[in-house]
């Protein structure tokens, strides 16, 4: 026998999905407001995904990043080991907090955050 949610009676399944939602909702509404460079996320999610590594990379991208050719160019820039740079960028990325520009076609992958993306 599953246990009721001793909030609103619904099961715990509901209240992931409705924090969700809600999540979701709050962040819209600080976009319609302007704040178009807030990221929201949970609690825990945040101290897994903004490590100390992780905010490194962002300081350096947000102050150089138009330099940046490839990960293996802020890699080296940050004498970082490029699996571990890939890998912390690859998480930022599953978060919206960065993305890829020049995949494919033999163009390197260069890790622009979505903020400098928007406006550029």
């Known amino acids: 026998m599953s246990q009721l949610g001793s909030d609103t009676g619904s099961q715990p399944d509901d209240r992931i999905a409705q924090r969700l939602v809600e999540q979701d909702e709050f962040a819209t509404d600080l976009n319609a407001r302007g704040y178009t460079d807030v990221l929201v996320l949970r609690r825990e999610n945040g101290r897994d995904v903004l490590t100390e590594s992780r905010l490194g990379l962002l300081q350096y ?23 571990a740079v890939s890998k912390d960028l690859r998480c930022l990325a599953e978060f919206d907090i960065i993305e890829y520009r020049g995949e494919g076609d033999g163009e390197a992958k260069r890790p622009v955050l979505i903020l400098t993306a928007k406006s550029s």
């Open 61 to 83: 991208l947000d102050q150089h990043g138009k330099n940046i050719a490839s990960v293996s160019d802020l890699a080296g820039r940050l004498d970082r080991d490029k699996g």
